[in-house]
């Protein structure tokens, strides 16, 4: 009898590998995400003029609130604009596909897979985190009793539930990277298979670890970076809008809520200018990070990682 190959191994140098291709194919990368960045900031800038946040008092003073409906076509647009520029990204990574301009739209039978891909992936994931914070709360009325309860409504109680709730949302990154191929070749070949990333992946969490924590150490770096960037920017709008920003937006980052209460175009451009800033920098994270699962399929999935 045949034993079973050894799956791959996740190659450790892609946690940096990953910035290095964004950084190289940057021209490519701003082509995939203009139209999706054009979309959101627009967005934005349309629902700061026609639903403009409410002032509610906040302790001694006031902060801006977001209306309903603002906030639910925002989320919607975000989800949108995230697909495309993703599945963008994973073409880009895997199949070399580069637009040839900066007005490229595409929506078409790959991004509706890979959408529906990630509202299976994200249903199932809350089903199990439900399910299993279910199973926990039953053990510790079973084995605690009323008094275990009247724990966790104490400071020691909230405290010891919020770590629970921390080692379960790690214990979830297992199935979380065992299914996260599923997610680039849904990209690339419209088709949802989490059965093939499963089976790929085998092997290899700890390596995963590993690029998760060296891709967050060298993001950690780039942030530092942005954030002295973006103060000055923010600095400078106020000045140009002749408005002090509210204590804590920049820190939020928060636009509306910089320039809240005054009018003009302005305003309208320094919320754009302020939202372009954060939607590019996310952009470049996303980026970054979508590479990195890119990168991952081609050394598992196709096998041919060091082409990347």
Same mark, same amino acid.
């Given at each position: 009898m045949t034993e079973r190959a050894e799956p791959p191994k996740l190659p450790i140098n892609i946690a940096w590998r990953s910035f290095g291709f964004v950084w190289r194919n940057l021209g490519a990368v701003i082509r995939v995400g203009f139209v999706p960045l054009l979309l959101a900031v627009s967005v934005y800038v349309l629902l700061f003029?026609? +639903?403009?946040? @409410?002032? *509610? !008092? +906040?302790?001694?003073? *006031?902060? !801006?609130?977001?209306?309903? !409906? *603002? #906030?639910?076509? =925002?989320? /919607? @647009? $975000? /989800?949108? #604009?995230?697909? $495309? +520029? #993703? #599945?963008? $990204?994973?073409?880009? *990574?895997? /199949?070399? =596909?580069? !637009?040839?301009?900066?007005?490229?739209l595409r929506f078409q039978r790959e991004e509706v897979k890979y959408l529906l891909t990630f509202i299976v992936f994200f249903l199932g994931f809350l089903l199990a985190l439900v399910v299993l914070a279910g199973i926990g709360y039953a053990l510790i009325v079973t084995v605690g009793g009323p008094e275990a309860i009247e724990f966790f409504s104490t400071p020691t109680g909230i405290v010891a539930a919020v770590f629970l709730y921390i080692v379960l949302f790690v214990l979830l990154m297992w199935p979380t990277f065992r299914l996260s191929l599923a997610f680039p070749h849904a990209a690339i070949t419209g088709r949802m298979d989490f059965g093939l990333s499963w089976r790929s992946t085998r092997g290899n969490f700890l390596r995963y670890i590993g690029i998760a924590v060296l891709f967050v150490l060298i993001l950690l770096v780039i942030y530092a970076l942005f954030i002295a960037v973006f103060f000055g920017v923010m600095y400078t709008l106020a000045q140009i809008v002749a408005q002090t920003p509210q204590p804590g937006a920049i820190i939020d980052a928060s636009p509306d809520a910089m320039f809240q209460g005054v009018e003009g175009w302005r305003s309208a451009l320094a919320v754009g200018i302020a939202a372009a800033l954060l939607v590019s920098f996310a952009g470049v994270v996303q980026a970054a990070g979508v590479t990195t699962v890119s990168l991952a399929y081609k050394a598992l999935i196709l096998r041919n990682y060091e082409a990347a």
């Open positions: 003029i026609y +639903f403009p946040p @409410t002032i *509610a !008092p +906040f302790g001694d003073g *006031a902060q !801006p609130v977001p209306q309903i !409906p *603002a #906030v639910i076509i =925002e989320q /919607l @647009t $975000m /989800l949108l #604009v995230s697909v $495309m +520029f #993703v #599945v963008g $990204m994973h073409r880009l *990574a895997i /199949l070399d =596909e580069r !637009p040839n301009t900066l007005l490229h």
